[in-house]
């Protein structure tokens, strides 16, 4: 099973847990289910999280998707760094 992990940094771990319970249907909605959620131990600004995806090319495209209309919004806007595992 693929997988989708994802590092975002410069947001505290409380308002990252906050907006993956707010999106949890969305994500389940598109085939990604949240199974780990970690704070860097040694950069407390940073995060990563860990999808359980069911196909690698249709998670690439909606990502696509919403970072390009994140970034019209906001040129600057905070992603997450993914990195796609079979």
């Not at 590092?7 to 319970?21: A, D, G, H, Q, T």
């Not at 969305?26 to 999280?49: G, R, T, V």
């Not at 860990?50 to 600057?76: G, M, N, V, W």
Request: aromatic share 8%.
């Amino acid at each position: 099973m693929p997988h989708l992990l994802a590092k975002l940094r410069n947001v505290s771990l409380e308002i990252i847990k906050e907006f993956l319970e707010n999106d949890k249907a969305f994500h389940a909605e598109n085939n990604m289910f949240l199974e780990h959620l970690w704070q860097n131990a040694d950069d407390k600004n940073e995060a990563q999280f860990l999808f359980r995806i069911s196909d690698i090319d249709e998670t690439k495209a909606l990502i696509h998707k919403l970072h390009s209309d994140a970034l019209a919004q906001d040129p600057k806007a905070n992603l997450p760094e993914m990195t796609y595992l079979e």
